[in-house]
């Protein structure tokens, strides 16, 4: 999947953001290429926020996936 940009002010959690928001819109019934850029979007929301105490984004935010 493409990456989705982002500009990063902390990166730790990136990895874990990406599997939770994969796992999610697999859970949702997501194809695995959607389910791959919900994990991508998650983690941009993620990685760019400086504090890292983000809890994701709404899933209003993700419904196109």
């Known amino acids: 999947c493409p990456a989705v ?3 990063a002010a902390d990166t730790t959690g990136a ?3 990406y ?4 796992c999610a ?4 019934g997501a194809s695995l ?3 791959c850029m919900a994990g991508a979007k998650v983690s941009s929301f993620v990685v760019a926020d400086e ?3 983000y809890s994701g984004p709404p899933l209003k935010e ?3 996936v």
């Open 5 to 7: 940009p982002a500009e």
């Open 15 to 17: 990895g874990d953001s």
């Open 33 to 35: 290429g959607d389910a």
């Open 51 to 53: 504090k890292n105490i």
């Open 25 to 28: 819109a697999l859970a949702r």
């Open 62 to 64: 993700l419904s196109d």
């Open 19 to 22: 599997c939770a928001g994969l």
